[in-house]
């Protein structure tokens, strides 16, 4: 068997992972996305292909050889963002942790290293294996040599051999010169022939074979504007081959011989991922060294799978994890149980628990105590089975949660490997991913799986709980969020009403409005047109209509939102044209997306609160996010109107914050102005904009306090001078006189952010009242954007993150109340600073007395609290 040369192209797979996975960063602050998605790839490499020799090229400078040919040359090219530029250097850290060579040559590009030893490996007859995201590498493709690219992420590929290239793009690998150099290349600014797409380049090819045969033969070429295009762009087309044409005899100082590869050493790769925070990679490099064999390998564990539930199964102090294969907890199915507790494993499926009156009488037992993994996935799980879940003493995802705010994933096996229990696999691992998710055929595999996992869940309990109290966060867990995850469980089980009826009226009204709307452009423009189409946009906007062109794209004209903006008092056809686009988007995201998700059996929408998710503390909404639904429109805000009682002769009942975080801002600043204004209950906009423009407050325009409006709640969410002046309108210059005026005006608003900032660069992380914490590794970047971002984030962290504690407080105070009054009202969603009800009309004085006092009196301020309430026969009426 022949030997195996892998040669990665090292600038393509670092930009594919780069915008491929999410700007992750690690606890010193360094940008690690790119690095993790190459290191990914790599480590499949190493495990699938077992490479005798191994190299990554790089680029060397932004001049090459190429430049002389053509000064433009990649010449529209964005610059490189400076989150990626840091993690070069990391990435060859990286290389040299693996034992990797790697290689770059000074004007010359990483294409012509590939192909120069690429074309050498494969005279001495060597297997040749070149991974990239370039199709350029494509000519490359002989018997010897196959090109991998990345099609999708960063290790989903392609594998070209010729067959496939010709199977695949209709051309053969020599060919695929000739078919950029018709085509050109945007991405490289290589011009080729103007008018001549892919599909065209390989009708030509087909037909002439090559480019030189074409032009001889030109007079053959069907289609006069065709033959004018190709004629006329000769030399740009031919200039185009030779950009395009990988150097095979690139003067490289390294042979085949010199890139050979023995393995890496696994503690050094190991302390290498402790360092940058890779703890979910480290179990797949345990078996490195000389055989690159890195297959995980868990230890044995023993589960009993059980059939029948007895009492003697449990302690009183167990860990439990429920499995659902789909996200979609209030539909999927339990797929099987895992309890692990101090004497034993075991494993039940729900057809067996559901059955069992031992089991329903644990579950609803308060003393047995449960640890589990997501309590109010788990409680809504059950009160599908009819079971109210009691007892719940840990959650490991919201401790988890708290104590990680940054980390993405919050799963069993990515918290275990944070915390070194590492002996569970990924989900996707065991069922796939997506639509693709699957149970294991071999049972004992599955059982394994939820069993480790609950084994995990038990082992890490003591040691997140210790660091919660080490973080002074230990009383944020068990007093807030954990008794909030039981309402909000409660809530989504509940979920709320539609009026199908309704919202497939509003649908037909809406349609009815889009098409009078886009008549009127019609009419406006002079012609029918595809308005989706910027291509068809575009000219009539900047050619027929002549507005002033502001952007240009590489096809076309830029018709993009904020372009449209720019131009709305331009010609009135542009805010119909803005009209158009969101009530389509209206029509399509809210009006038929709420109508796929109203439940078969229930005719209600039971979204899912996501709990541990912001980084602020606050809750959000998915499947769908009814906290989302644009209310701007009033045609958005009737959407609304679909919501109703899920009892006849209910209503509808909203209660909501009045300026909640303008008001932690005044308690948490100690601002003695802006207290005061809240004291004696002014208007706060007004009370600004009479302090920011030096006139009584009888004096203060509509305008005054619209732009007041924007700078107290910009400077909540610590905004500079350009976000300033984009609000406003205005110049830079005068948004940042707002600014300082405003500081002038409330001085202790400017200290508390100067002292909030410097506590953030001696501690790390901010904090809100009740000790939530959000890490800061950029506060001391010497990177200016980063660094500014990050102290704007310090300042208005402790100010929302304040807020949204103080609302789930409210929540959970509210809750206690309304059973203390034995009423009906139940809550049905929280909206931002806002609680949705459901109430029995004879209760609504009841109510608007009580909910009121829960929420201004949930926590005690410098500052009231104040709560506006309204009610109606829908949620739009309830406002």
Do not use: C
Request: proline share 3%; charged share 30%; no cysteine.
């Amino acid at each position: 068997m022949a030997e195996k040369v892998v040669l990665i192209d090292g600038n393509s797979i670092a930009y594919r992972a780069f915008f491929a996975l999410p700007l992750l960063n690690n606890d010193k602050g360094v940008y690690t996305n790119a690095v993790y998605g190459f290191t990914t790839m790599l480590l499949k490499i190493l495990e699938e292909d077992r490479p005798d020799h191994l190299l990554v090229a790089f680029d060397a400078g932004k001049t090459t050889f190429r430049h002389k040919t053509y000064e433009d040359y990649k010449g529209g090219r964005q610059k490189t963002p400076s989150e990626l530029s840091e993690q070069f250097p990391v990435l060859k850290e990286l290389l040299d942790a693996f034992e990797v060579n790697y290689y770059q040559l000074e004007n010359y590009e990483a294409d012509d290293i590939i192909g120069t030893l690429a074309t050498q490996a494969g005279q001495k007859g060597l297997d040749v294996k070149v991974i990239s995201g370039d199709k350029d590498l494509l000519q490359l493709v002989n018997d010897q040599v196959t090109v991998s690219l990345t099609k999708k992420g960063i290790t989903n590929v392609d594998t070209y051999t010729p067959d496939f290239l010709l199977e695949k793009m209709e051309v053969r690998p020599d060919q695929i010169i000739d078919l950029k150099a018709l085509m050109g290349d945007s991405s490289d600014n290589i011009p080729g022939v103007p008018g001549v797409g892919e599909k065209t380049a390989v009708k030509l090819l087909k037909q002439f074979d090559t480019l030189d045969n074409l032009y001889e033969n030109l007079g053959e070429v069907s289609g006069k504007k065709l033959k004018e295009k190709l004629e006329i762009n000769e030399e740009d087309a031919r200039m185009s081959k030779q950009l395009v044409t990988i150097e095979r005899e690139a003067p490289i100082e390294i042979d085949v011989k010199d890139i050979s590869y023995q393995g890496y050493q696994t503690q050094k790769v190991s302390q290498f991922f402790k360092e940058l925070g890779f703890q979910s990679l480290l179990s797949r490099v345990q078996d490195g060294g000389e055989g690159t064999e890195t297959e995980e390998v868990l230890p044995e564990i023993e589960v009993e799978v059980v059939d029948e539930v007895t009492a003697d199964m449990f302690t009183g102090k167990e860990a439990v994890v429920i499995e659902m294969l789909y996200e979609n907890y209030h539909t999927a199915p339990i797929e099987g149980i895992a309890i692990v507790n101090s004497n034993k494993k075991f494993v039940l499926s729900m057809d067996n628990a559901k059955e069992s009156k031992v089991f329903k009488a644990w579950v609803e037992d308060e003393k047995k105590e449960k640890w589990v993994f997501d309590a109010k996935r788990t409680s809504v799980a059950l009160m599908r089975y009819g079971m109210d879940v009691k007892g719940i003493s840990f959650d490991l995802l919201l401790a988890s949660y708290l104590l990680n705010p940054s980390e993405n994933n919050h799963d069993i096996p990515a918290i275990g490997h944070r915390m070194g229990e590492t002996a569970v696999k990924y989900d996707e691992e065991v069922y796939g991913k997506g639509a693709k998710m699957k149970r294991p055929e071999e049972d004992v595999d599955f059982h394994a799986h939820i069993g480790r996992k609950a084994a995990a869940l038990y082992n890490m309990k003591e040691e997140m709980e210790k660091q919660l109290r080490e973080n002074e966060q230990y009383n944020l867990y068990k007093e807030l969020e954990m008794p909030l995850a039981l309402i909000l469980a409660r809530m989504e089980h509940r979920g709320v009403r539609v009026d199908v009826e309704r919202l497939q009226g509003m649908g037909e009204e809406l349609e009815e409005r889009l098409n009078k709307v886009e008549q009127e452009i019609y009419e406006l423009a002079g012609e029918k047109f595809n308005l989706n189409s910027p291509k068809q946009l575009g000219p009539i906007l900047f050619e027929k209509l002549e507005l002033p062109v502001i952007k240009k794209t590489k096809t076309g004209y830029s018709t993009s939102a904020d372009i449209l903006e720019q131009l709305k008092d331009q010609h009135e056809i542009i805010p119909k044209i803005l009209l158009n686009r969101q009530l389509r988007k209206l029509k399509s995201t809210y009006i038929e997306g709420l109508l796929k998700v109203v439940h078969d059996e229930t005719g209600k929408i039971h979204t899912r609160f996501n709990q541990a998710l912001t980084q602020t503390g606050r809750l959000s909404s998915t499947d769908p996010n009814l906290q989302n639904i644009p209310i701007r429109l009033e045609e958005g805000r009737k959407i609304r109107q679909a919501f109703v009682p899920s009892t006849e002769g209910w209503i509808m009942f909203a209660s909501d914050y009045s300026q909640i975080e303008l008001r932690v801002l005044a308690h948490i600043a100690q601002d003695e102005k802006l207290m005061q204004a809240f004291k004696d209950g002014e208007d706060i906009h007004t009370q600004t904009a009479s302090e920011v423009f030096g006139v009584t407050r009888d004096e203060v325009t509509s305008e005054m306090r619209r732009q007041a409006k924007a700078v107290n709640f910009g400077i909540v969410y610590g905004i500079s001078d350009y976000g300033l002046s984009q609000s406003l309108g205005i110049t830079r210059k005068e948004a940042q006189a707002f600014i300082d005026k405003y500081f002038e005006s409330y001085p202790g608003v400017k200290a508390y952010m100067d002292e909030t900032v410097r506590e953030a660069k001696d501690t790390g992380y901010v904090k809100t009242f009740m000790n939530r914490r959000r890490y800061l590794p950029d506060i001391k970047s010497r990177n200016f954007n980063k660094r500014s971002f990050a102290e704007r984030t310090a300042m208005n962290t402790p100010i929302q993150g304040s807020a949204a504690d103080i609302i789930k407080k409210a929540m959970i105070d509210l809750e206690d109340r309304l059973q203390q009054e034995n009423l009906q009202a139940r809550v049905l969603l929280q909206v931002h600073d806002e609680l949705i009800i459901e109430a029995p009309k004879e209760e609504i004085r009841t109510l608007e007395e009580i909910v009121a006092s829960v929420m201004e009196n949930t926590v005690e301020l410098d500052v009231p609290l104040k709560v506006d309430s309204s009610y109606g026969d829908t949620w739009y009426d309830a406002k």
